[in-house]
């Protein structure tokens, strides 16, 4: 299994910047892509974005396309992400992900993202 523990949540208000940070330990070897997920109070968790560990290709829910970035330090075993001109929709708890080949089975404990108006 994988360890991942993030960090960089806070509160900000709306038009401000986070970067929030994912270390990862134990299993890397098997991790195959990385990426970030946010649920929000009464809403089911939603993928924000995910980067590929080997080759760097990333992908983003439309939400955040353009605001948001996601890049990776291998050699620190570390996924960012980079979150621009945030809005107050995007306030919701950000949960960091590894997946071997197909699916997404190690999760982190969430970092809160507050945005206020």
């Known amino acids: 299994q994988v360890q991942l523990v993030e960090s960089g949540g806070g509160l900000v208000q709306a038009g401000g910047s986070l970067r929030l940070s994912c270390a990862a330990s134990g299993r890397t070897s098997s991790v195959s892509a990385m990426g970030w997920f946010r649920q929000a109070p009464g809403k089911e968790r939603e993928f924000v974005a995910a980067?590929?560990?080997?080759?760097?290709?990333?992908y983003y829910a439309d939400s955040v396309k353009g605001r948001f970035t996601i890049s990776r330090d291998n050699a620190k075993n570390t996924v960012y992400l980079q979150m621009n001109r945030l809005k107050p929709e995007d306030t919701s708890v950000y949960y960091c992900?590894?997946?071997?080949?197909?699916?997404?089975?190690?999760w982190g404990q969430g970092t809160q993202v507050t945005v206020s108006s």
């Open positions: 980067i590929n560990w080997s080759g760097g290709s990333t």
């Open positions: 992900a590894a997946r071997p080949v197909a699916t997404w089975g190690s």
